[in-house]
């Protein structure tokens, strides 16, 4: 059984910066994969970025504005969130899979005003 727990969202004027943390209950080096996903009302749940190992990938909507990165000792995978626009605006989720599960945590809110 694996838990994920979100936190760092929040309200934020359009241009700040916010930093999501996703902290797991087991060891994330043994994980496929870390996911960052997003849903905002009325839309699909849409993937934001991912590491595997040391690859990153990004949507095309927030290349260059969003960083994705994992800190294995703490069990811990982080989106800093830069330059962001109103359009943003969603619960961010955290994914990954392990041994054949895929697991959610709760979701974090995410409000960019503009």
């Known amino acids: 059984q694996v838990q994920l727990v979100e936190s760092g969202g929040g309200l934020v004027q359009a241009g700040g910066s916010l930093r999501l943390s996703c902290a797991a209950s087991?060891?994330?080096?043994?994980?496929?994969?870390m996911d960052w996903y997003r849903q905002a009302p009325g839309k699909q749940r849409e993937l934001v970025a991912g590491?595997?190992?040391?690859?990153?990938y990004y949507s095309d909507s927030v290349k260059g504005r969003f960083t994705i990165s994992r800190d294995n000792a703490q069990n811990t995978v982080y989106l800093q969130m830069n330059s962001l626009k109103p359009e943003d605006t969603a619960v961010y989720y955290c994914?990954?899979?392990?041994?054949?599960?895929?697991?959610w945590g709760q979701g974090t809110q995410v409000t960019v005003s503009s």
């Open positions: 590491i595997i190992g040391d690859r990153t």
């Open positions: 087991g060891s994330i080096s043994s994980f496929n994969y």
């Open positions: 994914n990954t899979q392990f041994a054949a599960r895929n697991y």
